[in-house]
């Protein structure tokens, strides 16, 4: 009996893995093909995918630590537990854990020579997070988390990706250009944006009064990242 329903379950399963995959296969193709004047090879892009599943295999651990130890300290029935958990610890150990891996992995490449290069780092490294975040949702919950997840959280760690892109870009061109002191300040901006929004996102989508904030401030940030992909790549420009 199990051999004969062997074959659906599998095709079940499937269907949920391409569910988790495309949405981020299709905003990594967006960000790649932004990329006018140089495109980044296969190996450095699989690589920063990789970098991206590592990256929420360390937040998994912060995320755990500190959650455990926010508990035993602040009242989870208190306002300000929200508030330290969603923007104090989730959002800096992901994001923090995606700069981690980032950086390690693109800082000193060869292949770092323009500035939306960053983006498009930042973009892969955030969609490789939460594709391996994603598969982990939808082999749990099914394909109506597929669904939420493809129009919301896959998004969302997209965007983050562009801002924390966009000042790591930044961050590299002046440290090309020997400008230390400027380089330390973006690349703590490309850090501390995407950990704000990462916040607000899951302060928002946490709320039980009113969805409609929620998806105000996921339309705006959309938004805003989409109109930052456009500027960042017609304004793109070798920096070394």
């Keep these: 009996m199990f051999y004969f329903f062997l074959p659906t379950l599998m095709t079940y399963h499937v ?4 569910a988790a995959v495309i949405p981020a296969a299709l905003l990594m193709l967006k960000s790649y093909r932004s990329d006018r ?9 699989w690589t920063l995918v990789k970098a991206g599943i590592f990256s929420s295999l360390i937040a998994l ?10 508990a035993r300290t602040v009242s989870q029935q208190s306002a300000i537990y929200n508030v330290i958990l969603y923007f104090g610890i989730v959002a800096f150990a992901e994001e923090g854990a995606k700069y981690l891996m980032l950086k390690r992995r693109s800082w000193n490449s060869p292949e770092f020579n323009c500035q939306y290069d960053g983006v498009v ?3 892969f490294v955030s969609l490789g997070f939460a594709l391996w975040e994603n598969i982990s949702y939808v082999m749990s919950y099914g394909l109506s988390t597929a669904i939420v997840r493809a129009l919301t959280a896959i998004p969302g760690h997209a965007c983050f990706g562009v801002f924390m892109g966009a000042f790591y870009g930044i961050a590299r061109r002046h ?11 973006f690349c703590i901006l490309s850090v501390i944006l995407p950990a704000l929004l990462h916040g607000a996102y899951d302060y928002f989508a946490s709320s039980e009064t009113s969805e409609w904030p929620f998806v105000g401030f996921i339309a705006v940030m959309f938004l805003a990242s989409y109109i930052l992909v456009g500027r960042m790549s ?3 420009r070798y920096i070394r």
């Design 15 to 18: 269907i949920l893995v391409l």
């Design 175 to 185: 440290d090309y250009r020997g400008n230390r002191n400027a380089s330390r300040v």
């Design 121 to 123: 780092y930042a973009v």
């Design 61 to 70: 651990v912060a995320e755990w630590a500190l959650g455990k130890l926010l």
């Design 234 to 236: 017609k304004k793109d």
């Design 37 to 45: 004047l140089e495109k980044e090879s296969g190996a450095m892009l």
